[in-house]
C-alpha cells in the first residue's frame, strides 16, 4: 500500500524567503509522486510530478521537487515566495503500474506575510 | 478545451435527507474518481471509473453512498441517507485512463453541509 506523511499543517513563510514543505513516502513499489495544490473554493491544480524519470522536477509557478529514494522524501521547494502562493497544498503517491489511483497526504497550508 | 463540470457548487441538507452530485469529466477522459474532502484533511478516494466500469469502490459506504456512470461519461454520487460526518467537499476528477502517468484533472468540487 501507498501512503505520504505532509510534517506539519502549517507553514508561514515572510515575501520573498524559501519555502519548503516536506513529504514523505511509503512504497512497496516504485511510486509515481504528485504536488497538486489548491487555492480557496477551487479544485486541486497539478504543480509538478515525478515520474521517474529525472529526479528533480520543476513545475508550474517557480516550484520545484527532489525525489530522493534513500530518504523516502519528495520535498517541495520555491526559492522565492510571492504572497499568490498562499494556498493550500498536497503531496500523493501512485503505484508506477496499474490504474492510477492517488493517494493524498493530509494537506499543508502555506502563509505568506508581506 | 472544457475543464471537469460539477454541481451544485453548494448544498445544505438535514441529516438523514438524501443528496445528488453531478459530474462531467473532460472530453475523452476514460477514468472518472469521485474524492471526499473532510475539512483540514486530504482528499480520501471514494471510488474510481474506467469508462462505465467501477475499478475500485472499496472505501465507498456503500450502505449509504452510490455512484454510477451510465455510458462511460456524466456520473452522479448520492448519498442516502446523509450523516453529519458526510459535511465535505466532494471532488471529482479524470484523467485519460491507461497509459497515463498519473495526473488527474479536478472540478471545482460540491460541498456539502448536513445539519
Known amino acids: 500500500a501507498q501512503s505520504v506523511t505532509q510534517l506539519g499543517s502549517h507553514v508561514s513563510v515572510s515575501e520573498g524567503a524559501l519555502v519548503l514543505l516536506r513529504c514523505n513516502y511509503s512504497s512497496s513499489v516504485p511510486p509515481y509522486l504528485f504536488w497538486y495544490v489548491q487555492y480557496p ?15 528533480l522536477v520543476k513545475g508550474i509557478n517557480g516550484f520545484e521537487a527532489e525525489f530522493k529514494k534513500s530518504e523516502t522524501s519528495f520535498h517541495l521547494t520555491k526559492p ?35 | 478545451e472544457a475543464g471537469v463540470a460539477q454541481s451544485p457548487r453548494y448544498k445544505i441538507i438535514e441529516k438523514r435527507q438524501s443528496v445528488a452530485f453531478w459530474c462531467n469529466p473532460i472530453s475523452g477522459h476514460a477514468t472518472l474518481y469521485w474524492y471526499q474532502q473532510i475539512l483540514g484533511q486530504g482528499p480520501k478516494l471514494l471510488i474510481q471509473f474506467q469508462n462505465n466500469g467501477v475499478v475500485d469502490d472499496s472505501q465507498l459506504p456503500k450502505d449509504r453512498f452510490s455512484a454510477e456512470r451510465l455510458k462511460g461519461v456524466d456520473s452522479t454520487l448520492k448519498i442516502q441517507p446523509a450523516k453529519l460526518e458526510d459535511s465535505a467537499v466532494y471532488l471529482c476528477a479524470s484523467s485519460s485512463g491507461t497509459g497515463n502517468t498519473g495526473e488527474l484533472f479536478f472540478g471545482e468540487g460540491s460541498r456539502l453541509t448536513v445539519l
Open chain 1, 41 to 55: 473554493n477551487q479544485g486541486l491544480q497539478l504543480l509538478l510530478k515525478y515520474t521517474s524519470a529525472a529526479t
Open chain 1, 80 to 114: 522565492s515566495a510571492h504572497m499568490s502562493d498562499a494556498a493550500e497544498y498536497f503531496c500523493a503517491v501512485t503505484p508506477y503500474t496499474g490504474f492510477q489511483k492517488l493517494v493524498f497526504g493530509t494537506g499543508t497550508r502555506l502563509l505568506v506575510s508581506p
